[in-house]
């Protein structure tokens, strides 16, 4: 069991903190003490009263959706897993992946066109399957295409028809992966030679409907509904911030330069702190749509600044929902990896750094997955 063997305090409540007892004041529970053993520390009741949170919510699905990954389960079907590349966090679902074990997936990573072009992309492929296998997804093959601009669909056509050895073919993946476009560039060059139609149905015994494409008299491609997206920061905030939050085009990686006690804001809707001292040089990959503005503090504390910003709404975007710093989201983040990092916050973009010990804040609208990871796209530091 982890001990205390320094006193610290609550950096919230001033208590002395203990993890002998709960009923007393000051109490922290050991494992936080062993995840963080350098880290600012809350004691339990501020960590609560305060709403800071350590567990990012999993995208959740209903046990309709459950029946549909048993039939696909039980007919050892091909999966064709569609992720969104700029933002797949989202996708990896614990209870998907046990509920498709041992099933074959093709992987592919859509919308292309909205990461930098210089970004190489078979490291791209690379990174992507690594981090579905690490999930325990059973990854065939992996293909990185693009429905706007035509990149790779027809090398992800020959892949699907190389693994389909015989068998249905699924379309699984979050909302607004991009499942219907890619079904839809299919249809362009598809030639029914079979005796069945193209239906919309619905999956037996469930109130989901999908559509239904005969590849041979006895095999199909099936379109399924997008699994949940709730834990995005696109379903927390109004269509109209969502349109600017989204990328249209490549996002462009912004520099940013930051030391004890910088943050950044993204809008009026999330903001990431540097707690440690640690200089860190940092990018930010997000809608050029977003502005991104850093502040420190003289006095060493920006709560003041980031509530004016979130009550305000005086960044943009800013959404109706988020007032004040209730209704929000606060994680905090002990990097303990080197290399190349990011942290990013579903929806809505990452930034990247060099791993160096570094204590991050986060503040995200409630519900909002915050991860971090090794970087998607490498920066030279
Ligand atoms: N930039 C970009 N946008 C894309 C791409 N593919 C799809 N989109 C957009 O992403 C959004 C969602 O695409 P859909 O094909 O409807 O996604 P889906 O996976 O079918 O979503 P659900 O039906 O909700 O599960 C739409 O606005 C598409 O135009 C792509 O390659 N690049
Ligand atoms: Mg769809």
Not at 61 to 73: N, R, S
Request: with cysteine; hydrophobic share 35%.
């Amino acid at each position: 069991m982890a001990e205390l063997n320094k006193l610290q305090r609550c950096y919230h409540c001033g208590a002395l903190l203990q993890t002998e007892d709960p009923s007393k004041e000051g109490y922290i529970s050991p494992d936080i003490i062993e995840k963080y053993p350098e880290g600012l520390l809350l004691c339990n009741n501020c960590y609560k009263t305060e709403k800071f949170n350590n567990n990012p919510q999993e995208a959740t699905f209903d046990e309709d959706y459950t029946k549909i990954l048993k039939v696909i389960h039980s007919k050892k079907a091909l999966v064709v897993y569609v992720v969104d590349l700029f933002s797949f966090e989202g996708s990896f679902i614990n209870k998907i992946i046990e509920l498709l074990e041992g099933i074959d997936v093709l992987v592919v990573a859509n919308k292309r066109d909205l990461l930098p072009p210089d970004v190489n992309n078979e490291e791209l492929k690379e990174y992507v399957a690594h981090r579905l296998r690490v999930a325990k997804f059973k990854v065939v093959d992996t293909v990185i295409t693009s429905t706007s601009n035509g990149y790779n669909l027809d090398e992800m056509f020959k892949l699907i028809n190389k693994y389909s050895e015989g068998r249905d073919v699924y379309f699984i993946g979050a909302s607004t992966s991009g499942k219907s476009a890619l079904i839809s560039e299919f249809l362009k060059q598809y030639l029914n030679n079979t005796s069945k139609m193209i239906v919309t149905f619905p999956f037996d015994n469930t109130h989901l409907r999908g559509i239904r494409i005969p590849i041979t008299n006895k095999t199909y491609i099936y379109e399924t509904p997008g699994t949940s997206i709730d834990n995005s920061l696109l379903s927390k905030v109004e269509r109209t911030v969502v349109n600017t939050i989204v990328p249209r085009k490549a996002v462009v990686a912004k520099k940013l330069n930051l030391t004890k006690d910088t943050c950044v804001m993204f809008g009026s809707l999330a903001c990431i702190e540097l707690l440690s001292k640690e200089k860190t040089q940092a990018y930010a990959y997000l809608s050029d749509k977003v502005e991104v503005r850093t502040h420190k503090s003289i006095v060493g504390d920006n709560t003041k600044y980031i509530t004016s910003v979130f009550e305000k709404g005086s960044l943009k975007p800013a959404s109706e929902k988020i007032k004040s710093i209730k209704d929000l989201d606060v994680y905090e983040f002990q990097i303990t990896e080197e290399g190349g990092r990011d942290i990013g916050i579903l929806g809505l973009g990452w930034i990247n750094f060099k791993g160096n010990k570094q204590h991050f804040r986060i503040y995200v609208p409630k519900g909002v997955y915050v991860y971090t990871t090794r970087s998607k796209i490498k920066n030279d530091f």
